[in-house]
């Protein structure tokens, strides 16, 4: 007869272990509080009028901005992040320089090297740049698996890439938290979650944490 004890252990190592490991990582009180500054910051970005521009543009570094009224998706995440003191132009280019085979390079850019006017603002870098210095998180069809301050990323189609943020607000007829995001309206908070093929799922909490 087997012993209780080996019972016990066999169960911790087939079950419950494999378990833990794929259990997201546990938020800290002090990420937990930069994570609510972030989406707060996110929502307020929904009351300003940007209209949607893809054009690359020249701007200083560190602390970078195109015009404040026009942007892209990846904008709204720059400019919520350094709403709580991250400046995420310094913080991509700084890990680019030194890891630059790390970050795709394709073929339409046809990069050599960095580029801080525009690095920053490409979804596939941001990728990268989440999943290298933040937590990658379970892509999931479960809602309550993205919680406020994930950042999503989609393929639009034919691999057009998209970025969002989710936020503390929720959706009265799904449930589901909703996200701040500009797919060409500006920003917007919307139930927009699973509206596209999503290719990513983070946590960020800055260069300190």
Same mark, same amino acid.
């Given at each position: @007869?087997?012993?209780?004890?080996?019972?016990?252990?066999?169960?911790?190592?087939?079950?419950?272990?494999? $378990?833990?490991?794929?259990?997201?990582?546990?938020?800290?009180?002090?990420?937990?509080?930069?994570?609510?500054?972030?989406?707060?910051?996110?929502?307020?970005?929904?009351?300003?009028?940007?209209?949607? !521009?893809?054009?690359?543009?020249?701007?200083?570094?560190?602390?970078? !901005?195109?015009?404040? !009224? $026009?942007?892209?998706?990846? !904008? &709204?995440?720059?400019?919520?992040?350094?709403?709580? %003191?991250?400046?995420?132009?310094? &913080?991509?280019?700084?890990? @680019?320089?030194?890891?630059?085979?790390?970050?795709?390079?394709?073929?339409?850019?046809?990069?050599?090297? $960095?580029?801080?006017?525009?690095?920053?603002?490409?979804?596939?870098?941001? @990728?990268?740049?989440?999943?290298?210095?933040? &937590?990658?998180?379970?892509?999931?069809?479960?809602?309550?698996?993205?919680?406020? %301050?994930?950042?999503?990323?989609?393929?639009? %189609?034919?691999?057009?890439?998209?970025?969002?943020?989710?936020?503390?607000?929720?959706?009265?007829?799904?449930?589901?938290?909703?996200?701040?995001?500009?797919? %060409?309206?500006?920003?917007? @908070?919307?139930?927009?979650?699973?509206?596209?093929?999503? $290719?990513?799922?983070?946590?960020?909490?800055?260069?300190?944490?």
């Amino acid at each position: @007869m087997r012993h209780p004890v080996s019972i016990v252990v066999l169960w911790l190592t087939l079950v419950l272990l494999p $378990t833990l490991a794929q259990s997201p990582p546990a938020v800290s009180l002090a990420n937990r509080d930069f994570l609510q500054k972030l989406v707060a910051a996110a929502i307020e970005r929904t009351h300003h009028v940007v209209r949607y !521009d893809p054009a690359y543009v020249r701007i200083p570094y560190p602390n970078g !901005d195109v015009p404040p !009224d $026009t942007g892209v998706c990846t !904008d &709204e995440i720059i400019r919520a992040y350094r709403a709580v %003191g991250v400046d995420l132009q310094k &913080e991509v280019h700084e890990d @680019m320089l030194h890891n630059f085979s790390a970050y795709p390079n394709q073929r339409r850019w046809l990069l050599a090297h $960095t580029d801080t006017n525009i690095d920053h603002r490409r979804v596939p870098n941001l @990728m990268a740049f989440f999943s290298r210095k933040g &937590e990658s998180l379970p892509v999931s069809a479960r809602a309550e698996e993205y919680t406020p %301050g994930d950042l999503v990323t989609w393929d639009l %189609g034919g691999n057009v890439p998209h970025i969002g943020i989710v936020v503390d607000r929720k959706s009265p007829q799904t449930g589901r938290y909703l996200i701040v995001h500009n797919i %060409g309206r500006g920003p917007q @908070m919307e139930n927009v979650l699973f509206n596209w093929k999503i $290719t990513g799922h983070y946590r960020y909490f800055g260069p300190s944490r």
